[in-house]
């Protein structure tokens, strides 16, 4: 059985909820990723605030005409954070994933640390392309 350990994206890192847009666009083009969860400031790197996009950045702050600089990963933070175990199998992840039409999922031990992230892409090289297929359907509905 194929667990979600077996398909993330290893390594994957926080930003804390203090840090400014630009640094996360940076951290962002460092790592090579499009998403960042980032952790409450009550419990820096060990507890998920949210997760913040490349997207978020765009649409949610430069768009509307706000400075990167000056607004903080923790303010495009918005509703309860998901994420999945390590020992989740790949339909736990499809579920979640569909439920709340999300594309990137942080991964977590048993310890309740970030261990990984498992993107669509990851989850892709899964399934068949009949799943694959109801799985954008229902994502990007």
């Given at each position: 059985?194929?667990?979600?350990?077996?398909?993330?994206?290893?390594?994957?890192?926080?930003?804390?909820?203090?840090?400014?847009?630009?640094?996360?666009?940076?951290?962002?083009?460092?790592?090579?990723?499009?998403?960042l969860?980032?952790?409450?400031?009550?419990?820096p790197?060990?507890r998920?605030?949210?997760i913040?996009?490349?997207?978020?950045?765009?649409?949610?702050?430069?768009?509307?005409?706000?400075?990167?600089?000056?607004?903080?990963?923790?303010?495009?933070?918005?509703?309860?954070?998901?994420?999945?175990?390590?020992?989740?199998?790949?339909e736990?992840?499809?579920?979640?994933?569909?439920?709340?039409?999300?594309?990137?999922?942080?991964?977590?031990?048993?310890?309740?640390?970030?261990?990984?992230?498992?993107?669509?892409?990851?989850?892709?090289l899964?399934?068949?392309?009949?799943?694959?297929?109801?799985?954008?359907?229902?994502?990007?509905?």
């Amino acid at each position: 059985m194929t667990t979600a350990a077996d398909i993330m994206h290893h390594g994957a890192r926080w930003i804390p909820a203090t840090e400014t847009l630009d640094r996360a666009a940076q951290l962002m083009r460092e790592l090579g990723v499009g998403a960042l969860p980032v952790s409450d400031p009550s419990d820096p790197g060990e507890r998920m605030c949210g997760i913040i996009t490349d997207r978020d950045i765009v649409v949610r702050c430069i768009a509307a005409g706000h400075d990167p600089s000056r607004v903080t990963a923790g303010d495009l933070c918005q509703g309860t954070p998901r994420w999945i175990s390590t020992d989740a199998t790949v339909e736990d992840v499809l579920r979640e994933m569909e439920s709340h039409q999300i594309r990137r999922l942080p991964v977590i031990d048993d310890n309740k640390r970030l261990v990984g992230m498992i993107s669509e892409h990851d989850l892709a090289l899964q399934l068949s392309d009949d799943q694959l297929a109801q799985f954008v359907e229902r994502v990007y509905a």
